[in-house]
């Protein structure tokens, strides 16, 4: 069984994950093309940015403008299971596709 720890997710697919503030962009070709990062830490890591791709999605985020991204909300601790990490990253892409439907 293969574990993803970090999902990247491409606008096509998941299309916007976040909105914009005035109005939704997500028709554009230029807004349909920014990455969106969808990241799970490991057990007993803290909420937040994962600790083995702190590094990679940091160097994202600072050298692009134009780069979304967002954790997976979910317990860590080893005796949890996956239930509400699976619900959270279900709930991340359907809100994405309510804001941005085309």
């Given amino acids: 069984m293969i574990s993803a720890r970090a999902l990247f997710l491409s606008a096509p697919f998941a299309a916007c994950l976040i909105s914009a503030e005035s109005d939704c962009r ?7 093309a920014i990455p ?4 799970a830490r490991g057990s007993d890591e803290p909420q937040g940015v994962s ?14 403008t134009d780069t979304a991204y967002q954790a997976v909300v979910y317990p860590a601790d080893f005796d949890q299971n996956v239930a509400s990490s699976v619900q959270n990253l279900l709930d991340l892409v359907e809100y994405g596709l309510q804001d941005c439907p085309s």
């Fill in 26 to 32: 997500c028709g554009a070709p230029a807004f349909l």
């Fill in 51 to 64: 600790l083995m791709f702190q590094n990679v999605i940091s160097n994202l985020l600072v050298n692009s």
């Fill in 36 to 39: 969106q990062i969808i990241d």
